[in-house]
């Protein structure tokens, strides 16, 4: 089984800079594919990047350019750096990992971290 952690939430006034850390324990990290998703109260969950299991990384269009996802295999570390921070990216946002990309895209990962608060004013 993987175990998935998020840290590195907080409040931060716009324009400022974040980054979200995921451990993962439990299994082979460098074969996972992962995700960070985020929901914000009263809406819907959305993607907003993934990373496959060799690294190349997907953006949702509200974040290119701000936001950057990145794997750490020798860490087990899933990370999320957010700059340029706007008042529409609080969220609680969510690391979600599977060894099958599609998976990880549609939001239907096997594993999921427990969130991490981001709030932007």
């Known amino acids: 089984d993987v175990q998935l952690v998020e840290s590195g939430g907080g409040s931060v006034q716009a324009g400022g800079s974040l980054r979200l850390s995921c451990a993962a324990s439990?299994?082979?990290?460098?074969?996972?594919?992962m995700s960070w998703f985020r929901q914000a109260p009263g809406k819907e969950r959305e993607g907003v990047a993934t990373?496959?299991?060799?690294?190349?990384?997907n953006y949702a269009d509200s974040v290119k350019g701000r936001f950057t996802i990145s794997k750490d295999n020798a860490k087990n570390t899933l990370y999320l750096q957010m700059n340029s921070l706007k008042p529409e990216d609080t969220a609680m946002y969510y690391c979600?990992?599977?060894?099958?990309?599609?998976?990880?895209?549609?939001?239907?990962?096997?594993?999921w971290g427990q969130g991490t608060q981001v709030t932007v004013s």
């Open positions: 990373v496959d299991s060799t690294g190349n990384a």
């Open positions: 979600a990992a599977d060894f099958t990309l599609s998976r990880v895209i549609s939001g239907s990962a096997r594993y």
């Open positions: 439990g299994y082979t990290y460098s074969s996972l594919c």
